[in-house]
């Protein structure tokens, strides 16, 4: 079947993102792992990226099935390089390169990770996703996921989330955000590459990211039946959706 292509918002960032994310993960990864305690599969990595996620995932649900869903080709390859490097991961996980809403998911998911990625969804794709977990999960089942800050539409100065040595060179992650519209906003990004500290390199990319508070992700999943409660460390901003029933 052909595939047709949207943008990639993460065409020119990809060598960047996913190297940058392993420190974060290195938190994330035993809140989610504690979150997914019970859980049976198959689950659903939404946004999956290179795929740090999906390997806690792995871990965490022995012999459970994945489906990580990633509709950036650059970030996919990431993920298929990682995966494919593991004779287990090679078994277990399906990469889907569609976006979510279009992607054929399967029919009863013990789990849905949403990690890093819900800011991607605006509010009409937000209440799609949240139909999709009310519909399908199956009993006892659950979502995990992060709220990012800012949590309203506020600028956030210029900061460096990442710096990272590979050899002799160094990879530095900047990013500032700006108000664009009631619920909106943009990231503007900046990788810097030194070579033995001298810049050698260096790309600026934006893209926009849909905020959400606590309070409204209660009140959206609440419409659909849904029940949301604080899961890890307070300032890791994570969330378990469930039907209240696990
Ligand atoms: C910041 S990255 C996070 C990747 C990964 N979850 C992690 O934490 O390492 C956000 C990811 O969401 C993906 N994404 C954006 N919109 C999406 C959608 N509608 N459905 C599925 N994935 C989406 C992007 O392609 C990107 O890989």
Do not use: C
């Amino acid at each position: 079947m052909e595939r047709t292509s949207m943008a990639d918002e993460y065409e020119r960032s990809a060598e960047f993102v996913d190297l940058m994310l392993a420190a974060p993960w290195r938190g994330l990864g035993p809140p989610l792992a504690e979150a997914l305690r019970g859980v049976t599969g198959p689950i659903v990595d939404v946004g999956a990226g290179g795929g740090h996620g999906t390997r806690v995932i792995a871990e965490a649900v022995a012999g459970a099935e994945i489906v990580a869903v990633e509709p950036s080709t650059a970030l996919r390859s990431v993920l298929l390089a990682r995966v494919g490097e593991s004779a287990e991961l090679r078994e277990r996980v399906t990469v889907l390169p569609e976006h979510l809403l279009s992607a054929a998911l399967p029919p009863r998911p013990g789990a849905v990770v949403l990690m890093n990625v819900i800011g991607h969804f605006d509010p009409a794709d937000r209440q799609a996703a949240w139909a999709m977990l009310a519909d399908r999960l199956a009993p006892g089942g659950r979502a995990v996921l992060n709220l990012q800050p800012p949590a309203e539409p506020a600028a956030v100065p210029e900061t460096r989330f990442a710096d990272v040595r590979i050899g002799r060179r160094r990879y530095e992650g900047w990013g500032r955000a700006e108000p664009a519209g009631p619920d909106r906003i943009v990231w503007h990004m900046t990788y810097r590459t030194y070579q033995d500290d001298r810049l050698a390199d260096e790309l600026k990319t934006h893209y926009d990211w849909w905020v959400l508070d606590e309070r409204r992700l209660k009140e959206e999943v609440g419409r659909h039946g849904l029940v949301q409660h604080r899961t890890g460390p307070d300032e890791l901003g994570m969330h378990v959706i469930d039907r209240g029933d696990a």
